[in-house]
């Protein structure tokens, strides 16, 4: 985690960025909420504490999937 958004180490290896500009809702909230995620499948990643759930395709393209849930 930084100042600018939180890193994700899938199965694969392969290192994804998830910018608070792009997925706001992970700002502000608490670390062990942010570091309790689970890869339910390859590439699908969710976040329990949080009610978050995301793809791999949408944390490396978030502009191909303009909607976004309001921060609270």
Excluded: C
């Excluded at 990643?45 to 609270?72: G, H, T």
């Amino acid at each position: 985690m930084s100042s600018h958004g939180l890193w994700v180490l899938p199965r694969s290896g392969k290192e994804l960025f998830l910018s608070y500009a792009d997925f706001p809702w992970f700002k502000d909230q608490p670390v062990s909420a942010i570091i309790n995620v689970e890869e339910l499948a390859d590439g699908h990643f969710y976040w329990p504490d949080l009610d978050i759930d995301l793809s791999e395709k949408i944390i490396e393209s978030p502009a191909d999937y303009p909607l976004q849930a309001k921060a609270k």
